[in-house]
């Protein structure tokens, strides 16, 4: 069973450029979550999709930010425009059942770099 | 607010030395503690969680922990390491009813020498 699936690993942009960050969660996962890690700090939740809907996105930083779950299988976080303070590594994960006796299953991450 | 607090950002240990991961939190409800690990190029993989019962988890790769009510503490322990535990250590909390949103230290690097 393929795992959770982020693409692009890598990403560099300028500031005020668009980037789109795709995550593919565990097959049948109806819960997604987007997190986000800035350098030197800790792992910060961004929001929280149940199949297509967003659950809680009260992490998400600004307006700037734009989540989306396309028939509740994959979703794309949409960064417009860019600012430096945005460069960090953005981790998805799945799960089956929300909740948190139910394992979340993390992606490799995309490493994003605004300069 | 709930905080997770990891205190020693890099920790380096000889192989087959027993370590230690702390780490505190704090929170005004009861939560749900969890120790993940990061690997280089890889996503972050559970090692072991507490949600109730025994206070004593065991998780993968010899790893185990133990939960203190008292000191709001969740340390990770293992007691011989090898080369291939170096890794980035996550210890992270959950709220009941946050529908599963994780809050996390600010990890911790182990690094095991030969």
């Known amino acids: 069973e393929a795992g959770v699936t982020q693409f692009p690993s890598h990403s560099v942009i300028e500031k005020g450029q668009t980037v789109t960050l795709r995550c593919d969660p565990i097959?049948?996962?109806?819960?997604l979550y987007w997190y986000r890690r800035v350098m030197g700090k800790e792992i910060k939740f961004l929001l929280h999709?149940?199949?297509?809907?967003?659950?809680?996105e009260s992490g998400m930083p600004n307006n700037r930010f734009l989540a989306e779950r396309t028939g509740g299988t994959y979703s794309t976080l949409k960064v417009q425009p860019a600012e430096l303070e945005d460069s960090g590594v953005y981790f998805c994960?799945?799960?089956?059942?929300?909740?948190?006796?139910?394992?979340?299953?993390f992606g490799p991450g995309t490493r994003l770099t605004v300069t | 607010a709930q905080s997770v607090t990891q205190l020693d950002s890099q920790v380096p240990v000889f192989e087959e030395a027993p370590v230690e991961l702390r780490c505190n939190y704090s929170?005004?409800?009861?939560?749900?503690l969890f120790w993940y690990v990061q690997y280089p190029n890889q996503g972050l993989q559970l090692l072991l969680k507490?949600?109730?019962?025994?206070?004593l988890v065991k998780g993968i790769n010899g790893f185990e922990a133990e939960f203190n009510k008292s000191q709001t503490s969740f340390h990770l322990r293992k007691p011989s390491v090898h080369i291939s535990d170096t890794a980035e250590y996550f210890c992270a909390v959950s709220e009941n009813n946050q529908g599963g949103k994780l809050i996390f230290g600010q990890g911790t690097e182990l690094s095991v020498k030969p």
């Open positions: 999709f149940v199949k297509e809907s967003k659950q809680d």
């Open positions: 929170s005004s409800v009861s939560v749900y």
């Open positions: 507490y949600l109730s019962g025994s206070t």
């Open positions: 097959s049948g996962h109806d819960n």
């Open positions: 994960a799945s799960s089956q059942v929300a909740g948190t006796s139910y394992e979340q299953y």
